[in-house]
């Protein structure tokens, strides 16, 4: 299979402070985007698949966002409105293999990144309580190129009838290679493997109990000048179905066995070294009722089929990451 199309991209804002005096900003770029995937069939239950792909990833408004963010006035952030959009391009090998109800992927790749976006920090001077202090000014730039290594794991797997075990793990390098005046700025210097997986247990129980357990992680993600915080979350629940299943009541708990996490950032460049700690409260408990009315669908079936899913924006901070979902009860933290 092979496919190839063409996007554009203009952004335009006209932002409006007079005590920032910021001006209109423009931003057009095209890009070309082909695919190859080449796939065969092993057996009737095994599958192995080379495939070529390039992504482009557009910034969000967060990233664009040129108004100073001075709620920290010793870690100010602002956007970079002349942000271009990362370019990956990706080869990689996959094989899918079904056996009974159980379902095993694994993937190798070789990803290159182009305009690679990571927030870099500066020094600043700051004026607290008529005292000058130093701080720093965090804003996004496209630092340089990345080549990367990396692998993935997704599993299904059900010992016996009434449990259900899934789990997901994806390893890759991290290596840049930052152009222009970054490089002056990269304290970073080694390849570092970073990593993100879940793992979720579901027991069915006699008279319409429902058992669930999560785990959620990640790696420090760095950047050239330094790492910012793992993220990590567990959750446990329970649930009563009744009324043929339509209906359940559920008891789930997060983080049962520590009331807060801990957030650790470290970033060094010329000029300046940074560090911080902070904690949030994360221990929760929660009761949810849920009630099923039956399948609803508003969409037209004579509508054309949307082509494109653009699902394609760099969101978040680089920062605190987080993800997941919620046990049997509900709840949990995106």
């Given at each position: 299979?092979?496919?190839?199309?063409?996007?554009?991209?203009?952004?335009?804002?006209?932002?409006?402070?007079?005590?920032?005096?910021?001006?209109?900003?423009?931003?057009?770029?095209?890009?070309?985007?082909?695919?190859?995937?080449?796939?065969?069939?092993?057996?009737?239950?095994?599958?192995?698949?080379?495939?070529?792909?390039k992504r482009i990833t557009?910034?969000?408004?967060?990233?664009?966002?040129?108004?100073?963010?001075?709620?920290?006035?010793?870690?100010?952030?602002v956007g970079n409105p002349?942000?271009?959009?990362?370019?990956?391009?990706?080869?990689?090998?996959?094989?899918?293999?079904?056996?009974?109800?159980?379902?095993?992927?694994?993937?190798?790749?070789?990803?290159?990144?182009?305009?690679?976006?990571?927030?870099?920090?500066?020094?600043?001077?700051?004026?607290?309580?008529?005292?000058?202090?130093?701080?720093?000014?965090?804003?996004?730039?496209?630092?340089?190129?990345?080549?990367?290594?990396?692998?993935?794991?997704?599993?299904?797997?059900?010992?016996?009838?009434?449990?259900?075990?899934?789990?997901?793990?994806?390893?890759?390098?991290?290596?840049?290679?930052?152009?222009?005046?970054?490089?002056?700025?990269?304290?970073?210097?080694?390849?570092?493997?970073?990593?993100?997986?879940?793992?979720?247990?579901?027991?069915?129980?006699?008279?319409?109990?429902?058992?669930?357990?999560?785990?959620?992680?990640?790696?420090?993600?760095?950047?050239?000048?330094?790492?910012?915080?793992?993220?990590?979350?567990?959750?446990?629940?329970?649930?009563?179905?009744?009324?043929?299943?339509?209906?359940?009541?559920?008891?789930?708990?997060?983080?049962?066995?520590?009331?807060?996490?801990?957030?650790?950032?470290?970033?060094?460049?010329?000029?300046?070294?940074?560090?911080?700690?902070?904690?949030?409260?994360?221990?929760?408990?929660?009761?949810?009722?849920?009630?099923?009315?039956?399948?609803?669908?508003?969409?037209?079936?004579?509508?054309?089929?949307?082509?494109v899913n653009n699902d394609?924006?760099?969101?978040?901070?680089?920062?605190?990451?987080?993800?997941?979902?919620?046990?049997?009860?509900?709840?949990?933290?995106?």
């Amino acid at each position: 299979m092979a496919g190839v199309r063409d996007e554009n991209t203009d952004i335009h804002g006209d932002p409006v402070n007079a005590s920032q005096g910021l001006l209109p900003f423009s931003n057009d770029y095209n890009t070309f985007v082909p695919s190859l995937t080449l796939q065969k069939q092993l057996t009737s239950t095994q599958t192995i698949k080379l495939a070529y792909s390039k992504r482009i990833t557009r910034p969000s408004l967060q990233y664009l966002n040129p108004f100073i963010n001075q709620a920290n006035i010793k870690a100010q952030s602002v956007g970079n409105p002349e942000l271009n959009p990362e370019v990956t391009q990706t080869v990689e090998l996959d094989y899918n293999a079904f056996i009974g109800t159980n379902i095993l992927n694994l993937s190798a790749y070789y990803r290159h990144t182009q305009g690679l976006i990571e927030n870099i920090a500066v020094p600043i001077n700051v004026v607290v309580n008529g005292v000058t202090q130093g701080g720093t000014l965090t804003t996004y730039q496209n630092i340089g190129v990345n080549n990367s290594l990396g692998g993935s794991f997704f599993g299904t797997i059900t010992p016996f009838k009434a449990l259900t075990i899934i789990g997901n793990l994806n390893a890759y390098t991290y290596n840049p290679d930052p152009t222009g005046r970054f490089s002056s700025q990269q304290t970073q210097n080694g390849t570092y493997v970073q990593y993100r997986g879940f793992l979720r247990g579901t027991l069915t129980l006699p008279a319409n109990y429902v058992a669930e357990v999560f785990t959620f992680g990640s790696s420090a993600t760095h950047t050239i000048q330094g790492t910012t915080p793992t993220f990590s979350i567990f959750g446990v629940g329970v649930r009563k179905q009744f009324m043929n299943k339509k209906a359940s009541l559920g008891l789930n708990a997060i983080q049962p066995f520590s009331k807060y996490k801990d957030f650790n950032t470290s970033l060094k460049s010329p000029g300046f070294v940074q560090t911080s700690s902070f904690q949030l409260p994360f221990r929760s408990v929660g009761l949810t009722f849920s009630y099923s009315f039956g399948k609803l669908s508003f969409s037209n079936p004579n509508a054309p089929k949307k082509g494109v899913n653009n699902d394609d924006l760099k969101q978040g901070d680089q920062g605190v990451g987080g993800g997941g979902g919620a046990p049997a009860g509900g709840g949990g933290r995106q």
